[in-house]
């Protein structure tokens, strides 16, 4: 899995396994059976294509928009929305979430 500290201008397609410690200062988009554990920011939205998998510790700034994939959110996100019925959304009782559909 690649780290990644810097700052990225979005939008930015994920294509790897990736840890990001750094900010994406737009929205994000997780390819397909790809993972990502964001413990930085995004500053938009994150889309999770079917079979990506998401771990957020950190923040983002918009909605994860769940199109099949998973995610487990410990973290600060403004809303989730899970667009599929393979959609898998974790919410940690720890976390802070604004807006759920």
Same mark, same amino acid.
Do not use: Q, W
């Given at each position: 899995?690649? @780290?990644?500290?810097?700052?990225?201008?979005?939008?930015?397609a !994920?294509?790897?396994? +990736? @840890?990001?410690?750094?900010?994406?200062?737009?929205?994000?988009? +997780?390819?397909?059976?790809?993972?990502? !554990? +964001?413990?930085g920011?995004i500053?938009?939205? +994150?889309?999770?294509?079917?079979?990506?998998?998401?771990i957020i510790?950190?923040?983002v700034a918009?909605?994860?928009?769940?199109?099949?994939?998973? /995610?487990?959110?410990?973290?600060?996100? #403004?809303?989730?929305?899970?667009?599929?019925? #393979? @959609?898998?959304?974790? !919410?940690?009782? /720890?976390?802070h979430?604004r807006?759920?559909?």
């Amino acid at each position: 899995m690649k @780290a990644v500290h810097d700052k990225i201008e979005g939008p930015f397609a !994920i294509e790897e396994d +990736l @840890a990001l410690y750094g900010m994406v200062t737009g929205g994000a988009t +997780l390819r397909r059976g790809v993972k990502l !554990i +964001l413990h930085g920011t995004i500053a938009g939205d +994150l889309t999770l294509e079917p079979g990506a998998r998401a771990i957020i510790h950190g923040t983002v700034a918009g909605r994860i928009c769940n199109e099949g994939g998973r /995610a487990e959110i410990f973290g600060f996100v #403004d809303g989730v929305e899970d667009l599929s019925p #393979d @959609a898998v959304t974790v !919410i940690d009782t /720890a976390a802070h979430v604004r807006g759920r559909r």
